[in-house]
Antibody
Framework: QVHLEVSGGGVVQPGKSLRLSCVGS????????FHWVRQAPGKGLEWVAI????????YYADSVEGRFTISRDNSKNTLFLHMNSLSADDTAVYYC?????????????WGPGTLVTVSS | EIVMTQSPATLSVSPGERATLSCRAS??????LAWYQQKPGQAPRLLIY???TRATGIPARFSGSGSGTEFTLTINSLQSEDSAVYYC??????????FGGGTKVEIK
């Protein structure tokens, strides 16, 4: 059974960095592309980034381009979101989601998110 | 960037009745549209993709229709467990993938 667990959230000061982890179980993370999607408190969903299963294709929302990057550690079945130069606008619950077997652009299975609060 | 607009913002429906949710795209997205359900405190769940194909395990009372710029999610025989916020997502012209603002379905 596919399970995702996101961790690494917390309170961080503006301008600082944070790394989120998305650990998969019940499947091999290296077989899947992944999305990161965020949701500011009380707001709707905002797509953040996508990586292909082999990491050769990555795309980012303009709001995070150049500040956020995705990496993987397949030996630990873990996906990372590295977030730099954080601002209050980045405050949100961050979700990771697998790609759909139908089309990689569709976020399919979502893990529970982790809250990132950017505040001094 | 494709802008997705959902209406209404809130929909109040009695149990057993039908809920009809709308999603409009600023430009044609063909049939490259998905619907998600999000209950309070939970992650979203994929309901529909390709505008009308139910995802695995989704009850038949959920149905999607439309193409181009106008889409509808219909929930027949509404149940109390269907109380949630519903989002549409276009994946025709990306990046970026873009979500609608959501429709909250309340049970009367």
């Amino acid at each position: 059974q596919v399970h995702l667990e996101v961790s690494g959230g917390g309170v961080v000061q503006p301008g600082k960095s944070l790394r989120l982890s998305c650990v998969g179980s019940g499947f091999s993370l290296s077989d899947y592309g992944f999305h990161w999607v965020r949701q500011a408190p009380g707001k709707g969903l905002e797509w953040v980034a996508i990586t292909s299963f082999d990491g050769t294709n990555e795309y980012y929302a303009d709001s995070v381009e150049g500040r956020f990057t995705i990496s993987r550690d397949n030996s630990k079945n873990t996906l990372f979101l590295h977030m730099n130069s954080l601002s209050a606008d980045d405050t949100a619950v961050y979700y990771c989601a697998t790609e759909s077997s139908h089309q990689w652009a569709i976020p399919d299975y979502w893990g529970p998110g982790t809250l990132v609060t950017v505040s001094s | 960037e494709i802008v997705m607009t959902q209406s209404p913002a809130t929909l109040s429906v009695s149990p057993g009745e039908r809920a009809t949710l709308s999603c409009r795209a600023s430009n044609s997205v063909n049939s490259n549209l998905a619907w998600y359900q999000q209950k309070p405190g939970q992650a979203p769940r994929l309901l529909i993709y390709d505008a009308s194909t139910r995802a695995t395990g989704i009850p038949a009372r959920f149905s999607g229709s439309g193409s181009g710029t106008e889409f509808t999610l219909t929930i027949n025989s509404l149940q109390s467990e269907d109380s949630a916020v519903y989002y549409c997502l276009q994946y025709n012209n990306w990046p970026p993938l873009t979500f609608g603002g959501g429709t909250k379905v309340e049970i009367k």
